[in-house]
């Protein structure tokens, strides 16, 4: 069963160059936590990141890694991610290097001391983004078009910073590109989100795997599926047990 704690998860494609600095900006963030524990989901890269996280394991003993075989795409890896972890909570955020760790700390500490009135997420929300023009635009448009079908009010929902109870991502149906819209799942299972600002840094190294093919058009095909699921829901209720007469 899992404990109270975070399991941060970062999935990885081809980030070699990006894990050191990665690993040591998501322990300094998370020094001061109890229980924690840095999964960093390997989705089949070809580029030395098994090598350099084994070497990084050795000074990090928080670091875990689960590696796929072949690339998966970015929410086998965080479902693969979330079924490997120990504790309760759980933290997602980019392996580029362009999230700060610190925040997605600031995220969970703020979800913690919320307790029971705690929203069903905590999100980022990418100020003064350092992306390329072409992602920026692709990234507009998808986020309008989905606010106006899904009505999930997240202005960011390509934000990787995440923070949610384990349980209630375990509920999540899984299908491909099912990370992109994480806030309006979970509002089809009766729960709210809640953006924060957060800090965006230019990519260290390496080359995005996102465009506009990727990102925009593959994008649309996938709102109009989950418009069709949440459609399609019901109202979660507590089923009522009916005593056995004797």
Same mark, same amino acid.
């Given at each position: 069963?899992? =404990?109270?704690?975070?399991?941060?998860?970062?999935?990885?494609?081809?980030?070699?160059?990006?894990?050191?600095?990665?690993? !040591?900006?998501?322990?300094?963030?998370?020094?001061?936590?109890?229980?924690?524990?840095?999964?960093?989901?390997?989705?089949?890269?070809?580029?030395?990141?098994?090598?350099?996280? $084994?070497?990084?394991?050795?000074?990090?003993?928080?670091?875990?890694?689960?590696?796929?075989?072949?690339?998966? $795409?970015? +929410?086998?890896?965080?479902? +693969?991610?979330?079924?490997?972890?120990?504790?309760?909570?759980?933290?997602?955020?980019?392996?580029?290097?362009?999230?700060?760790?610190?925040?997605?700390?600031? &995220?969970?500490?703020?979800?913690?001391?919320?307790?029971?009135?705690?929203?069903?997420?905590?999100?980022?929300?990418?100020?003064?983004?350092?992306?390329?023009?072409?992602?920026?635009? +692709?990234?507009?448009? !998808?986020?309008?078009?989905?606010?106006?079908?899904? =009505?999930?009010?997240?202005?960011?929902?390509?934000? *990787?910073? =995440?923070?949610?109870?384990?349980?209630?991502?375990?509920? &999540?149906?899984?299908?491909?590109?099912?990370?992109?819209?994480?806030?309006?799942?979970?509002?089809?299972?009766? &729960?709210?989100?809640? *953006?924060?600002?957060?800090?965006?840094?230019?990519?260290?190294?390496?080359? *995005? %795997?996102?465009?506009?093919?990727?990102?925009?058009?593959?994008?649309?095909?996938?709102?109009?599926?989950?418009?069709?699921?949440?459609?399609?829901?019901? %109202?979660?209720?507590?089923?009522?047990?009916?005593?056995?007469?004797?």
């Amino acid at each position: 069963m899992p =404990k109270p704690g975070i399991s941060i998860i970062a999935p990885a494609y081809e980030e070699a160059e990006n894990l050191a600095a990665l690993v !040591a900006e998501v322990s300094s963030a998370f020094a001061d936590e109890a229980h924690w524990e840095f999964i960093v989901v390997d989705d089949g890269s070809g580029d030395g990141s098994i090598e350099a996280l $084994g070497a990084l394991q050795r000074d990090y003993p928080q670091l875990r890694v689960v590696k796929h075989a072949a690339r998966r $795409g970015q +929410s086998a890896a965080m479902c +693969s991610g979330a079924d490997a972890a120990r504790y309760d909570w759980l933290g997602f955020l980019d392996a580029d290097g362009q999230n700060d760790p610190a925040d997605l700390a600031r &995220l969970h500490s703020e979800m913690v001391k919320a307790a029971g009135k705690a929203p069903g997420m905590m999100m980022g929300h990418r100020q003064k983004r350092k992306d390329g023009w072409l992602t920026r635009v +692709s990234s507009r448009t !998808a986020n309008a078009a989905r606010r106006a079908l899904l =009505k999930d009010r997240t202005p960011d929902t390509g934000c *990787s910073l =995440k923070v949610l109870a384990r349980r209630d991502f375990l509920a &999540l149906p899984r299908f491909d590109h099912m990370h992109r819209f994480l806030p309006a799942l979970l509002l089809r299972q009766g &729960l709210h989100t809640v *953006s924060r600002p957060v800090a965006h840094h230019p990519r260290r190294a390496g080359r *995005s %795997k996102y465009g506009l093919g990727n990102r925009l058009w593959v994008g649309i095909a996938d709102l109009l599926g989950v418009w069709w699921l949440i459609r399609r829901g019901f %109202k979660p209720v507590i089923p009522e047990e009916i005593p056995h007469d004797e």
